[in-house]
């Protein structure tokens, strides 16, 4: 914390696809939005200095720590390990390994980021796997939290009844639900749909009772958008595909919509009437509203903003660490994981 108790946010400023010029504008903008933050911005210097100057940030709020190198694109996890103290995403992880951060934000490589997080923070007690959580919207009356949405490939019941756990946790920190609705993606909703992994998930989820969470069985892809559940969990090839498909489709809506509104003259003023609607499905669809992942299991928060996000797509991913810190979510996960082991006599569910 900082003198005046403010929680800190570590911020890798040269993360992104743009780098300083988005990131410190969002942070700028996420500064008005949380007077009760503190940041912590680590790259170069000079660059983030001019950044801030432009977009007229209260100098009281940002702490700028110079770092003379930075993790690319297309650095694997071992090179990036290798350069952990010297680059902005190595120093940015251990401002919250030491304390000096509550949490941490990066739009750069995620192999990257996973690895030296994992590395530096070690995961939480009988948390086998990180996973990659994500909210996102829903025809019902909240957010849906996903995971895993790319971190593991391939995973065991356990790894999924691990995410399960986290996920219940992220919903009931973040989107204020007491009891989430938890659902196991499958190719169908039958008992006997599905692999072996998913069977045996689904059994060990029924028997979880004691856990803040409703288990409501297998959802399938076409069902994620409905608000149905509050919480869907698969393994990370699987998530990840079903992420990118959503948002090509949530493209493909928003071009379409472009095109036949000015495919005639007729069309042209079709749009003017139906403006408001229009400006509401473009913002619901908009995945700068839904910024930010969370990577789950590690012991401290760190926040997967998109490579791609605009300013305020940065500031969204922003206000959700800070909403993680407020809620405690590390805590109520390690509190999840004493109540299993409570009901199971010690017994760890590391996969």
């Known amino acids: 914390m900082t003198q005046g108790g403010k929680p800190r946010i570590a911020i890798d400023a040269m993360g992104g696809d743009v780098g300083p010029a988005v990131m410190v504008a969002g942070a700028v903008m996420a500064q008005t939005q949380l007077p009760g933050v503190d940041f912590l911005l680590f790259g170069d210097e000079a660059a983030i200095r001019a950044e801030l100057s432009a977009h007229q940030a209260d100098m009281a709020r940002f702490n700028v720590i110079h770092c003379p190198e930075v993790i690319s694109g297309s650095d694997k996890p071992t090179q990036a390990i290798r350069r952990a103290k010297t680059t902005s995403m190595g120093q940015m992880i251990d401002a919250v390994k030491t304390g000096k951060a509550q949490a941490a934000l990066s739009g750069g490589n995620t192999g990257a980021l996973m690895a030296m997080s994992k590395l530096s923070l070690r995961m939480l007690p009988s948390i086998d796997r990180p996973a990659i959580a994500a909210l996102l919207p829903t025809l019902g009356t909240n957010d849906m939290v996903m995971l895993d949405l790319g971190a593991n490939t391939e995973c065991n019941a356990r790894n999924l009844f691990q995410f399960a756990l986290m996920g219940a946790a992220y919903a009931r920190s973040f989107l204020d639900i007491e009891r989430p609705r938890v659902a196991l993606l499958n190719i169908?909703?039958?008992?006997?749909?599905?692999?072996?992994?998913?069977?045996?998930?689904?059994?060990?989820?029924?028997?979880?009772?004691?856990?803040?969470?409703?288990?409501?069985?297998?959802?399938?892809?076409?069902?994620?958008?409905?608000?149905?559940?509050?919480?869907?969990?698969?393994?990370?090839?699987?998530?990840?595909?079903?992420?990118?498909?959503?948002?090509?489709?949530?493209?493909?809506?928003?071009?379409?919509?472009?095109?036949?509104?000015?495919?005639?003259?007729?069309?042209?003023?079709?749009?003017?009437?139906?403006?408001?609607?229009?400006?509401?499905?473009?913002?619901?669809l908009d995945p700068n509203n839904h910024n930010g992942g969370v990577l789950l299991g590690l012991n401290g928060l760190v926040v997967k903003s998109h490579g791609g996000a605009n300013a305020r797509g940065v500031a969204n991913a922003i206000r959700v660490a800070a909403k993680l810190i407020d809620h405690q979510l590390t805590r109520k996960i390690t509190e999840d994981l004493e109540s299993f082991r409570a009901h199971h006599k010690g017994e760890e569910i590391a996969g």
């Open 188 to 284: 169908g909703t039958e008992e006997l749909k599905g692999t072996d992994e998913l069977k045996e998930a689904a059994a060990l989820l029924r028997e979880a009772k004691y856990l803040d969470m409703e288990f409501q069985g297998y959802i399938e892809g076409d069902k994620i958008s409905r608000g149905e559940a509050d919480v869907v969990v698969t393994d990370g090839f699987s998530g990840n595909i079903a992420l990118k498909t959503a948002e090509g489709t949530a493209r493909f809506v928003t071009d379409l919509l472009k095109r036949a509104f000015t495919s005639s003259l007729r069309s042209k003023l079709g749009f003017l009437i139906s403006r408001p609607a229009a400006e509401l499905l473009r913002h619901h």
